[in-house]
């Protein structure tokens, strides 16, 4: 069981969605002009993967706790699961899926986009027959914060 939690490491962040209406509805706050503006500036895909890969990185060498935040739901229990851990376990990522800008906002010097990104990943640890490997799916909704300077 605690093997399949640590599998789960990036559970499937919640995502609020309301109900969808037969009225049509146009964004509070904005013009189409500002949502084509803002899906420009939609997080690339190599920043979104070098980020999974730094992810799995900081989890081989137990480094997690600095990539995780501070609101990530379970996140003090996921950080002791992971120092119960053998030390030799690995985190491989075996593919990055389809990615998605959930949502960009705004801010005072910069602009905040959370996105959803599908990861397929093993979980390696050597036990008494030998290596054992677990794979997982998990979809991660990860928050990229980029600052703009004048």
């Known amino acids: 069981m605690k093997l399949r939690w640590l599998c789960a490491l990036l559970l499937l962040l919640p995502v609020a969605g309301g109900a969808e209406s037969m009225r049509s509805m146009e964004p509070i706050g904005g013009t189409e002009s500002d949502q084509s503006e803002l899906a420009a500036l939609s997080v690339p895909r190599e920043d979104v993967e070098a980020f999974v890969r730094d992810l799995a990185e900081a989890w081989n060498i137990g480094g997690l706790e600095q990539l995780l935040a501070e609101d990530f739901p379970d996140r003090n229990r996921l950080i002791g699961d992971l120092a119960d851990l053998p030390a030799d376990a690995r985190l491989r990522v075996l593919s990055i899926g389809p990615i998605r800008t959930l949502e960009n906002r705004w801010l005072d ?7 959803l ?6 979980v390696e640890i050597e036990g008494e027959a030998g290596l054992e490997r677990r794979d997982t799916t998990q979809e991660l909704v990860v928050r990229f914060v980029r600052r703009f300077t004048e």
């Open 109 to 115: 010097d910069g602009l905040e986009s959370l996105v």
């Open 117 to 122: 990104v599908r990861v397929r990943a093993q």
